[in-house]
Nanobody
């Protein structure tokens, strides 16, 4: 059983930055695709960024150039550096681990979820 614990959320003004961390325990996540999702009130959970086992990253258009996903396999930790934050980035942010090295944008394909960390961006 993989357990994921996010940290680093908070409240910032537009244009600010935050760095989210996701520490995993139980099993190594180095052989799994990892991702960050977010969910705003009244909206569906959406995938933001994927990182596969080779370190290849993929982003949705709305965060491309502003967010950076990375992983430290030695620490079993996933990160999301968020710069130039906008009010529309306000949401609960979730760390996600897949069953294996294959990545999918579909939230139903995620095997394990963290509890979430709130990010609030004010204008």
């Amino acid at each position: 059983q993989v357990q994921l614990v996010e940290s680093g959320g908070g409240s910032v003004q537009a244009g600010g930055s935050l760095r989210l961390s996701c520490a995993s325990s139980g099993y190594s996540t180095s052989n799994r695709c990892m991702a960050w999702f977010r969910q705003a009130p009244g909206k569906e959970r959406e995938g933001l960024a994927l990182i596969d086992t080779t370190g290849t990253t993929t982003y949705i258009d709305s965060v491309k150039g502003r967010f950076t996903i990375s992983r430290d396999n030695a620490k079993n930790t996933l990160y999301l550096q968020m710069n130039s934050l906008k009010p529309e980035d306000t949401a609960m942010y979730y760390c996600a681990a897949y069953l294996n090295r294959w990545c999918f944008w579909d939230a139903k394909s995620v095997a394990y979820w963290g509890q979430g960390t709130q990010v609030t961006v004010s204008s």
